[in-house]
């Protein structure tokens, strides 16, 4: 990985937009379009060469945005009620230039930024009969989001049916048979990764990079500093 996570300043793209703000979220927020890019993940590299944002207002509190570049393509809603980002979709085009990771760690630092508390995502795993080899539902489980309450409950029959002990994911992905074990018979997940201090997330990303050596400036926020959900 480059030292480097986010080239959104660089002007290394000029991203084109198609903007449709009926309920005039962006200037009620105070946004400017790199704050928007910032919330769906940043510009992950100077490979970036084309970029295009389609951003609509759905309604008072909410905003959604489809980016599509050269490299990856990402959907997201901003619910600036809730403070939280539903990241719908993500597709890395290229793969092992940490792309994913890059994007991730920029809306982190960004929703943070902006005192989001969470965000929410689909773990999928790999469809047979698809050609896309999703691999969501074991990266994010290693990066610090959690399974939602009904996919935890699931996720502990599962575990005790393959005579595993572990009650979360993420305490599977630790072990070398629990990893192999997941990727070939773990399943789509919804998940959600606390920015606030809650359920560890951030403290688990943290021990990730380190493991890996990934440099990450940020102020990680205490327990209970902003609105607990």
Same mark, same amino acid.
């Given at each position: ?43 992950? =590299? ?12 759905? =309604? ?107 009650? =979360? ?61």
């Amino acid at each position: 990985m480059s030292d480097k996570l986010n080239y959104v300043n660089d002007n290394i793209v000029t991203p084109v937009y198609n903007i449709n703000d009926k309920y005039a979220l962006i200037s009620e927020h105070n946004l400017t379009m790199k704050d928007l890019i910032n919330l769906c993940g940043g510009i992950p =590299s100077r490979e970036v060469t084309e970029c295009r944002l389609e951003i609509i207002s759905g =309604s008072k509190n909410v905003i959604h945005i489809k980016v599509f570049t050269n490299l990856y393509e990402v959907v997201r809603t901003i619910n600036f009620e809730s403070k939280t980002i539903d990241n719908h979709f993500m597709l890395v085009y290229k793969k092992g230039e940490n792309i994913g990771t890059c994007l991730f760690l920029n809306q982190v630092k960004a929703a943070i930024k902006r005192r989001f508390v969470k965000l929410k995502t689909t773990a999928l795993a790999p469809n047979h009969g698809e050609d896309t080899a999703w691999l969501g539902y074991y990266f994010w489980g290693k990066v610090g989001y959690k399974m939602a309450a009904d996919d935890q409950i699931e996720f502990v029959k599962w575990s005790k049916e393959f005579g595993r002990n572990e009650s =979360s994911l993420r305490e599977l992905l630790l072990t070398r048979e629990g990893t192999e074990l997941w990727k070939k018979y773990g399943y789509t997940w919804m998940g959600e990764f606390y920015l606030n201090g809650k359920g560890k997330c951030l403290h688990y990303l943290t021990l990730y990079l380190q493991g890996k050596n990934m440099p990450f400036d940020i102020e990680f926020p205490a327990l209970n500093v902003w609105q607990m959900q």
